[in-house]
């Protein structure tokens, strides 16, 4: 399928992705920072309690919150010195970890429209994390939202949008480089959209005649251009 191509390098994995189980949503790093995805959406759901978003599986601590709109969210954190909704003042740099979101009825105030979303930002030593926070009714299915490592999902292992990322790069690195034929750009590119539309890669290569060996030759390229980046 591919033109002849000796590559010693072993896959890593990179880049972000969310994997759900229970109530618990896990999100990479590389989708919160907005790099690899749209930002994330984090779901408030008035009368149920906190929802959380843990950032404890990447190691860093927060030292800053924005806020689109407070109208309508109390903020806290694990760092009762800062990042409440009331102010306070501490000589002590903000070390949340956690923070804690909770919708409230919302202030009216005449000829003031209330979005039925808004921005967080989250910022750290060396990265801003961005969320999209929506208010929807009913009870939610999560309740929170870890941060982590990316490259990996709650297990450990690859996500579905982490091989896709590095598939897509190796689509296009071997297109430049010209390890992939013209005849099977097209099937190649349907086997990525239909991983992307979140079809299980071995569903998407038997859909589209696409071996096991080129999906890690596929794989490979990607980590041939990360390395050439």
């Known amino acids: ?9 072993s896959i890593v994995l990179a880049l972000s992705a969310q994997a759900i189980a229970g109530g618990v949503e896990h999100i990479g790093k590389r989708q919160a920072q907005g790099l690899s995805a749209n930002p994330p959406q984090v779901y408030l759901h008035k009368g149920y309690g906190d929802t959380l978003i843990d950032f404890r599986g990447i190691k860093e601590y927060v030292r800053q919150v924005n806020l689109g709109d407070n109208s309508r969210i109390v903020i806290n954190s694990d760092d009762p010195t800062c990042l409440s909704s009331v102010a306070q003042r501490s000589e002590k740099p903000c070390q949340a970890k956690i923070l804690y979101l909770k919708q409230i009825e919302p202030m009216v105030v005449e000829g003031l429209y209330t979005a039925p979303w808004t ?68 099937p190649l590119g349907n086997f990525l959209e239909a991983v992307r539309g979140g079809t299980t890669v071995a569903d998407a290569a038997k859909q589209h005649n696409i071996s096991e060996n080129a999906v890690k030759k596929l794989e490979l390229l990607g980590q041939m251009q990360e390395l050439e980046n």
Do not use: C, W
Request: charged share 30%.
């Open 1 to 9: 399928m591919f033109k002849e191509l000796a590559l010693t390098t």
């Open 119 to 186: 921005e967080l930002k989250a910022i750290t030593d060396n990265h801003t994390y961005v969320f999209k926070i929506l208010y929807k009714p009913g009870s939610p299915k999560k309740t929170i939202y870890k941060i982590m490592e990316d490259g990996t999902d709650k297990e450990g292992n690859p996500s579905l949008l982490d091989q896709y990322f590095v598939m897509r790069q190796g689509y296009t690195f071997g297109r430049e480089q010209g390890y992939i034929t013209d005849q099977l750009r097209e």
